[in-house]
């Protein structure tokens, strides 16, 4: 019997967003449309949002140019923890 509702699951590691996630709700795309002009596959899309993959300087340029910003708004540099 299927509810629908998958238990134990939960969207905790989707928050905060990341900038590239917002960058892309701010203009109302969706991952399709902005892998698609980035010339990436929507999966690759989905894990830079997630932080599960760091771009190539390439890829980052292509995200920017495809939501209109520049890279370093979409990849801000890591934090030291020291």
């Not at 399709?32 to 932080?51: M, N, P, Q, T």
Request: charged share 25%; glycine share 8%.
């Amino acid at each position: 019997m299927g509810t629908g509702f998958q238990s134990g699951r939960s969207r905790a590691h989707l928050w905060p967003p990341s900038p590239l996630a917002i960058r892309r709700l701010e203009l109302g795309l969706s991952q399709a449309d902005v892998a698609a002009a980035a010339g990436i596959y929507r999966e690759h899309l989905s894990r830079l949002e997630l932080g599960k993959r760091q771009p190539r300087p390439q890829t980052a340029e292509a995200l920017a140019r495809a939501l209109q910003c520049d890279p370093a708004d979409l990849f801000p540099p890591a934090r030291s923890g020291r």
